[in-house]
C-alpha cells in the first residue's frame, strides 16, 4: 500500500466556516452510532480501528492553522478509542496543530463515531464508521464482509476521490444564487450550562412511519420536515409573540445523489422549507402539502448548482484568497451570524436506510444519528433507519423539551408506537 503519510489536505468549501466560526464553548460537530446486538470488544475494537486508519487516512488526520487558511494534515497516529459519556458531541479543540477533529466513543454494544463538521458531512461519517464495523465484525466473528454499501475495502489502494472537494469538481459557475432569506422563528429557553447537551432519541417502526408519509404521498423527509414545523408553529403561536416570524428547517441535499462523487468530505447543501405564520393558521396537511412542493421545485440539480457556485465565489475570489486567516475569520462569523442559523428555525437531516450486507446486518441492531449542541442552543433533528427500526433524535441546548414533546405526541396521535431514551440520566461521567 502506498505511503500518504504526511500528506495534508485544504478543506473542502462546506468546511471552512466551521473552525471560524467555533468559540471556546462551541463548535460543529455530529455523531453517527452503530448498536450492535453484543457487547464491544475493546480489545478487538482498538485492532479494527488500527487497521481501518491505516486504509483511511480520515482517521489519522489532524487540524492545523495556516496564514492563509485552516488545513488537514496526516499525522500518522490514529484516532483512539474511549469510553462514552453523559453529554457527546463536546467542543472539538486541543493543543495548537495536534487537534483531531474525530473521535470514537464506546458504550457497552454501542460504537459512536464523532466528527467535528470540518473533515465529512454524515453520509461521508456513516461510510467511516460502516467501514470500521465491517473490521470489527471481521476480526471478532470471522465473517467476509464485501465492500458495498459505502463500505471501503481497507486492503485496497486509497482512491484519491475520497479526498477532494467535490464542490470544485461539480461546480459550473453559470449560475448564481442569493443567499437572502427572512429571519427565522427561535424557540427560546433556559440554556444548559456550556458543555451540556439535551438528546432525547425516539424509536419507532420505520415502516409505519413509511405508510404513514405515503398516505399523504410525500416522502419521510418531506414528513418529519413539515411534522417539526407544525410543532414549532404551535410553540410559537402559544408564546404569543407581537409579531410571528417564519418557521423554517434547514434540510441538507446529499449531492452524491445528483453526482457520481465518492468523496468522504462535505458534500451537502441546504434548502429551507417553512411556512409563514402571518398568512394565517395551517393544518398539518396544508404544511405537508407546501413542504412537498417546496422540495420538489428546489431539490433540483440546476437550481443547487447555484448554491453551490456561490458558496465558492466567496472562497475562490482573488482578494479573499490573499487575506490573512484572523481577518477572514472575522468576515466568516459575521456571514454565519446572517446567513446561517439566523434564518432558520431547526435543522432536519436523514440519512435515510442505512444499507449494509446480510453478512454483517446480522449483527446489528440499529444505526442513530445526533447533532452536537448549535450555536444558537436551537433544537434540531437527524434520522437514520436500519430494517425496520427509524431512530429520530432531537439535540438541544436548553432545558425546554416543548417542541419536542409535541412533535413525539403528534405521532403517538397517528398511531405511530415510539420508545424514547435520553441522556438524561448519567451514561459515565
Request: hydrophobic residues 40%; positive net charge.
Amino acid at each position: 500500500m502506498a505511503d500518504t503519510r504526511k500528506a495534508w489536505y485544504r478543506l473542502d468549501n462546506a468546511a471552512k466556516i466551521y473552525p471560524a466560526v467555533r468559540t471556546q464553548k462551541w463548535s460543529g460537530n455530529f455523531r453517527v452510532s452503530v448498536s450492535l446486538k453484543e457487547k464491544v470488544d475493546m480489545k478487538i475494537l482498538e485492532k479494527a480501528l488500527a487497521d481501518t486508519a491505516e486504509r483511511l487516512v480520515s482517521l489519522r488526520l489532524n487540524l492545523h492553522r495556516g496564514f492563509f487558511w485552516y488545513y488537514l494534515e496526516d499525522s500518522g497516529e490514529s484516532v483512539k478509542a474511549t469510553e462514552d459519556v453523559r453529554n457527546p458531541c463536546a467542543r472539538f479543540g486541543g493543543k495548537r496543530n495536534r487537534e483531531k477533529p474525530c473521535r470514537i466513543r464506546v458504550y457497552e454494544n454501542r460504537i459512536a463515531l464523532e466528527i467535528f463538521h470540518v473533515l465529512a458531512d454524515g453520509t461521508g461519517a456513516m461510510n467511516i464508521l460502516k467501514t470500521l464495523t465491517a473490521r470489527y465484525i471481521t476480526l471478532k466473528y470471522g465473517e467476509k464482509i464485501p465492500a458495498e454499501n459505502g463500505i471501503i475495502d481497507i486492503n485496497s489502494e486509497p482512491d484519491k476521490e475520497e479526498m477532494e472537494d467535490a464542490f470544485k469538481r461539480y461546480a459550473r459557475f453559470k449560475a448564481v444564487k442569493s443567499r437572502q432569506e427572512l429571519k427565522g422563528y427561535h424557540f427560546k429557553g433556559t440554556k444548559l450550562k456550556p458543555h451540556d447537551i439535551n438528546i432525547i432519541t425516539g424509536l419507532m417502526s420505520a415502516s409505519h412511519i413509511h405508510s404513514i408519509s405515503k398516505s399523504y404521498k410525500v416522502t419521510v423527509t418531506e414528513f418529519i420536515t413539515a411534522l417539526m414545523i407544525y410543532s414549532f408553529m404551535q410553540c410559537q403561536s402559544e408564546s404569543k409573540c407581537y409579531v410571528e416570524k417564519p418557521v423554517k428547517i434547514s434540510v441538507p441535499i446529499n449531492l452524491r445523489k445528483i453526482y457520481p462523487s465518492k468523496t468522504l468530505r462535505n458534500f451537502a447543501l441546504y434548502i429551507n422549507p417553512g411556512i409563514e405564520p402571518r398568512y394565517g393558521e395551517f393544518t398539518l396537511e396544508e404544511i405537508i402539502e407546501d413542504v412537498h412542493h417546496f422540495m420538489r421545485m428546489n431539490n433540483k440539480e440546476k437550481y443547487l448548482n447555484a448554491i453551490m457556485c456561490k458558496n465558492l465565489s466567496d472562497e475562490m475570489n482573488p482578494i479573499t484568497r490573499v487575506v490573512p486567516l484572523f481577518i477572514k475569520n472575522i468576515v466568516m462569523r459575521i456571514a454565519f451570524n446572517m446567513y446561517g442559523e439566523n434564518l432558520v428555525s431547526s435543522t432536519f437531516s436523514n440519512l435515510g436506510m442505512v444499507k449494509v450486507p446480510d453478512e454483517m446486518g446480522k449483527y446489528i441492531d440499529h444505526f442513530d444519528f445526533v447533532f452536537g449542541r448549535f450555536k444558537r442552543d436551537m433544537p434540531s433533528v437527524a434520522a437514520a433507519s436500519f430494517g425496520d427500526k427509524l431512530c429520530i433524535s432531537w439535540s438541544s441546548g436548553i432545558v425546554e423539551k416543548d417542541v419536542e414533546r409535541r412533535f413525539f405526541t403528534e405521532l403517538v396521535k397517528m398511531g405511530v408506537h415510539v420508545k424514547l431514551e435520553s441522556n438524561f440520566y448519567p451514561i459515565n461521567n
